[in-house]
């Protein structure tokens, strides 16, 4: 929760922000016989909330599985266009332990690049000039029966204004001259080497508008997350 404040006060910096980290240049093609890098897509993780009156964002269940299915579609017809040979993860809709705590390691990985590697208040000097992150070597555990080379995740979230904070935001400009912050979406998308648990690629995406329940803006959004990607 407390990123997601971390993220309202720098969108307030700026209308958009998008800036992308890479540890390397271009992907390794591993032995002579594979011309292309294989990518494992791992599960979107992505969350919807809705904003109270106080601006609080509260989890919606139906907006973030309509996420779901308009990322998804937004993210197939991307990978067509590109220039890598990708899969899907497959699994049980409940995904083992794991699978799921690996998730839960990349989500901590990205809010502590979005945190320290960015220029802001809590950027490490260490970190200065140089790109240095990794999962661990826990991710190994998803080459099998994939033949990966690297794994791409997916860390979303995204708010809307009830119309409760809409009221709020139009009362506070209206008499006291104040704007409020409305909804906010925050993309964090990690291109991770399977062998090391490095992560080769970053990118992050800051913005107050797109709307991931329908499918133009979640195909915008989509696009915008895979820019600078290496290949």
């Not at 901590?108 to 070597?137: C, M, N, R």
């Amino acid at each position: 929760m407390r990123r997601f404040f971390v993220a309202l006060a720098m969108l307030a910096l700026g209308a958009c922000t998008q800036t992308n980290f890479r540890a390397q240049d271009s992907l390794a093609r591993g032995s002579e016989s594979v011309q292309t890098p294989r990518i494992l897509v791992m599960p979107i993780d992505v969350v919807l909330s809705e904003l109270s009156f106080g601006g609080f964002p509260s989890p919606r269940a139906d907006w973030t599985q309509a996420a779901r299915g308009t990322m998804a579609k937004a993210l197939e017809l991307e990978l067509q266009e590109a220039e890598v040979d990708f899969v899907n993860f497959s699994g049980p809709e409940t995904l083992p332990d794991d699978v799921a705590r690996i998730l839960r390691t990349n989500a901590a990985v990205g809010e502590s690049i979005q945190a320290h590697q960015y220029d802001g208040p809590a950027a490490l000097p260490t970190k200065k000039g140089t790109f240095d992150w990794s999962l661990g070597p826990e991710v190994a555990a998803l080459r099998a029966g994939n033949d990966a080379n690297y794994g791409l995740f997916f860390h979303v979230r995204d708010s809307y204004s009830s119309g409760a904070r809409v009221a709020a935001q139009v009362v506070a400009a209206v008499v006291f001259g104040v704007g409020l912050q409305g909804g906010v979406q925050v993309g964090l998308v990690s291109l991770v080497d399977l062998e090391t648990g490095k992560v080769v690629w970053f990118n992050r995406l800051l913005r107050g508008e797109g709307d991931l329940r329908t499918d133009g803006p979640a195909r915008e959004t989509m696009k915008m997350l895979l820019t600078g990607m290496p290949k």
